[in-house]
């Protein structure tokens, strides 16, 4: 039995494409998901991602509150932007089983109508994560939404973002001949209030929805304070997922009144074009914690990530690591040997691109044994598989090469994106890409022979088709991007996105000893270099 110590892994969820006031559905959320270290774990509970925590351990939490909506771009002068979002981050002690539920904040609606050069926008909703009931002791962490921005002419030009405090903003003031009313920010976890000066007051903006009280509707837009954690609406902008208030109601096609944030607490709503609707409160129960105030830009996100686990595994265990990247650049995983002993690395290349009914080449399979001590540093980069054509005009993309090398301050070849030197362990050929023109051509297996010079293959200079970089050469110039060797960061020749990579460590039984040994693991990140799509790392550890 091993115990697997200090392993990063991390989880990031999003919006998956949901917009409005509703979260995402179960089929958008399998949709995003696929492929990643999120697959098949999400529920959608009106919205609410539900997921479960996989291991004992600590975990970082950061959650990033949506944007509030703009006020009517279109205008003459245009209304003002709405609010950032707040970021909060912290360290948390998770048990394994734990149900968690994810509120990823989604931006407010934009303004609508010209009415006296621009109409209001929307509040955007906050980003919370919690276990247990809604207003009870098991809020995690919660990030402010953005307040809706206001009219272009009587807006006062001062975004009010989600804030790190617990309680919400007050909606801003108008300038210049409109009135100057605007709705309380909730405090202590409640909602945000509406402008409530004069009863039956039209054109008053939502609060927004705090984590003990929904946000308090206009009394002439009786639904459009945020709710849990549906956004407010009632006629007119919608308040983003995630408790945003919505515009006040609709007086001949224009939106009034901008909505307050959600968050722990709700941001007050504004009256008439006149002011931003209030940003949203936060909250934060974890230690080690980073807050900022109004930061984010567009939907909310929250990622998740280990820190420091231990946990009795068995033997054979297998843990898949996700490339956050695109399948043309993504990120260098660094494995550091935890203690000396035989290694068997295996690693395969990735399939070429098929065409239609046309296959592309399937990647090689090469596999070794090597002695290594305790603190060497493997770098692994894990190839995608060529992208897919579904016509036969075009050829498929070529299958990305997978490596492992070993860190080598001594040798000759250097590593340039971390200038480093660096020792080839096992390297496994891409696939080539399914031929085009219709014809039934399928694309040659990778090469997993170690006679070959490591220089990159030559293309068809005419049809910009490019040849397959190599460990050493880049590829002949012929595509419009072509591809780079490992040596010089190893990026595919495509700029569209082909899927999610995965690493794969297996780790079996020890050799020549019976004690119990500790493997540690450490994955950490490198930016713009691309991964591998199946690489295994089996551990003998002598």
Same mark, same amino acid.
């Given at each position: 039995?091993?115990?697997?110590?200090?392993?990063? @892994?991390?989880?990031?969820?999003?919006? !998956?494409?949901?917009?409005?006031?509703?979260?995402?559905?179960?089929?958008?959320?399998?949709?995003?998901?696929?492929?990643?270290?999120?697959?098949?774990?999400?529920?959608?509970?009106?919205?609410?991602?539900?997921?479960?925590?996989?291991?004992?351990?600590?975990?970082?939490?950061?959650?990033?509150?949506?944007?509030?909506?703009?006020?009517?771009?279109?205008?003459?002068?245009?209304?003002?932007? /709405?609010?950032?979002?707040?970021?909060?981050?912290?360290?948390?002690?998770? @048990?394994?089983?734990?149900?968690?539920?994810?509120?990823?904040?989604?931006?407010?609606?934009?303004?609508?109508?010209?009415?006296?050069?621009? !109409?209001? #926008?929307?509040?955007?909703?906050?980003?919370?994560?919690?276990?247990?009931?809604?207003?009870?002791?098991?809020?995690?962490?919660?990030?402010? %939404?953005?307040?809706? #921005?206001?009219?272009?002419?009587?807006?006062?030009?001062?975004?009010?973002?989600?804030?790190?405090?617990?309680?919400?903003?007050?909606?801003?003031?108008?300038?210049?001949?409109?009135?100057?009313?605007?709705?309380?920010?909730?405090?202590?976890?409640?909602?945000?209030?509406?402008?409530?000066?004069?009863?039956?007051?039209?054109? &008053?903006?939502?609060?927004?929805?705090?984590?003990?009280?929904?946000?308090?509707?206009?009394?002439?837009?009786?639904?459009?304070?945020?709710?849990?954690?549906?956004?407010?609406?009632?006629?007119?902008?919608?308040?983003?997922?995630?408790?945003?208030?919505?515009?006040?109601?609709?007086?001949?096609?224009?939106?009034?009144?901008?909505?307050?944030? /959600?968050?722990?607490?709700?941001?007050?709503?504004?009256?008439?074009?006149?002011?931003?609707?209030?940003?949203?409160?936060?909250?934060?129960?974890?230690?080690? &914690?980073?807050?900022?105030?109004?930061?984010?830009? %567009?939907?909310?996100?929250?990622?998740?990530?280990?820190?420091?686990?231990?946990?009795?595994? *068995?033997?054979?265990?297998?843990?898949?690591?996700?490339?956050?990247?695109?399948?043309?650049?993504?990120?260098?995983?660094?494995?550091?040997? *935890?203690?000396?002993?035989?290694? @068997?690395?295996?690693?395969?290349?990735?399939?070429?691109?098929?065409?239609?009914?046309?296959?592309?080449?399937?990647?090689?399979?090469?596999?070794?044994?090597? +002695?290594?001590?305790?603190?060497?540093?493997?770098?692994?980069?894990?190839?995608?598989?060529?992208?897919?054509?579904?016509?036969?005009?075009?050829?498929?993309?070529?299958?990305?090469?997978?490596?492992?090398?070993?860190?080598?301050?001594?040798?000759?070849?250097?590593?340039?994106?971390?200038?480093?030197?660096?020792?080839?362990?096992?390297?496994?050929?891409?696939? /080539?890409?399914?031929?085009?023109?219709?014809?039934?051509?399928?694309?040659?297996?990778?090469?997993?022979?170690?006679?070959?010079?490591?220089?990159?293959?030559?293309?068809?200079?005419?049809?910009?088709?490019?040849?397959?970089?190599?460990?050493?050469?880049?590829?002949?110039?012929?595509?419009?991007?072509?591809?780079?060797?490992?040596? +010089?960061?190893?990026?595919?020749?495509?700029?569209?996105?082909?899927?999610?990579?995965?690493?794969?460590?297996?780790?079996?039984?020890?050799?020549?000893?019976?004690?119990?040994?500790?493997?540690?693991?450490?994955?950490?990140?490198?930016?713009?270099?691309?991964?591998?799509?199946?690489?295994?790392?089996?551990?003998?550890?002598?």
């Amino acid at each position: 039995m091993f115990k697997v110590a200090k392993l990063t @892994k991390v989880f990031k969820f999003t919006n !998956c494409g949901a917009t409005g006031r509703n979260g995402a559905n179960q089929t958008q959320v399998d949709q995003k998901y696929s492929g990643t270290t999120l697959d098949k774990a999400v529920t959608s509970v009106n919205g609410v991602q539900r997921w479960t925590v996989p291991l004992d351990g600590e975990y970082i939490i950061e959650a990033l509150g949506a944007q509030g909506g703009q006020g009517n771009p279109s205008a003459n002068p245009p209304g003002w932007i /709405g609010g950032k979002g707040a970021r909060m981050k912290g360290k948390f002690k998770l @048990k394994k089983g734990t149900v968690l539920y994810v509120v990823v904040g989604q931006m407010g609606q934009t303004g609508f109508g010209d009415y006296n050069s621009g !109409c209001a #926008g929307a509040g955007g909703g906050g980003t919370l994560v919690y276990h247990g009931d809604i207003g009870g002791n098991g809020l995690l962490i919660a990030a402010g %939404g953005g307040g809706g #921005g206001g009219g272009g002419v009587h807006g006062n030009g001062s975004r009010v973002h989600g804030t790190v405090n617990k309680d919400g903003n007050m909606g801003g003031n108008g300038t210049n001949d409109a009135p100057q009313y605007s709705g309380n920010g909730g405090s202590n976890g409640m909602g945000g209030s509406s402008v409530e000066l004069i009863e039956n007051m039209p054109y &008053q903006g939502g609060g927004g929805a705090g984590w003990k009280g929904m946000g308090k509707s206009g009394s002439s837009s009786p639904t459009n304070g945020g709710n849990w954690w549906d956004g407010g609406k009632f006629q007119s902008a919608e308040g983003g997922f995630g408790g945003g208030g919505g515009t006040g109601d609709t007086r001949n096609n224009y939106s009034y009144g901008a909505g307050g944030g /959600g968050g722990y607490s709700g941001g007050g709503g504004a009256y008439y074009t006149t002011g931003n609707g209030g940003g949203g409160g936060s909250y934060n129960a974890g230690t080690e &914690q980073e807050e900022t105030t109004g930061i984010n830009e %567009g939907h909310g996100v929250v990622i998740i990530s280990f820190s420091a686990n231990e946990e009795d595994i *068995p033997e054979g265990f297998k843990m898949d690591f996700l490339n956050t990247g695109t399948g043309i650049t993504g990120n260098l995983q660094k494995f550091i040997v *935890p203690r000396g002993g035989i290694y @068997k690395i295996s690693a395969s290349g990735a399939r070429g691109g098929n065409v239609g009914g046309n296959l592309g080449g399937k990647g090689a399979f090469v596999s070794g044994e090597f +002695n290594l001590d305790e603190g060497d540093t493997i770098h692994l980069l894990v190839g995608h598989m060529g992208l897919d054509k579904p016509f036969s005009d075009y050829g498929g993309g070529g299958g990305g090469g997978s490596f492992a090398v070993k860190q080598d301050n001594d040798s000759s070849y250097i590593f340039k994106p971390l200038n480093v030197g660096i020792t080839p362990l096992v390297i496994a050929g891409g696939g /080539g890409g399914a031929g085009d023109n219709g014809g039934n051509f399928s694309g040659g297996a990778g090469n997993g022979e170690t006679t070959g010079n490591g220089e990159g293959g030559t293309g068809l200079q005419s049809n910009r088709n490019s040849g397959g970089a190599g460990f050493i050469g880049d590829a002949k110039p012929s595509a419009a991007k072509p591809p780079i060797s490992f040596l +010089n960061g190893g990026t595919g020749g495509t700029e569209e996105p082909i899927g999610e990579a995965l690493v794969e460590v297996v780790y079996l039984t020890m050799q020549e000893e019976e004690e119990e040994a500790t493997l540690e693991v450490t994955v950490e990140k490198v930016s713009r270099v691309v991964l591998v799509d199946h690489l295994t790392i089996q551990v003998l550890i002598r």
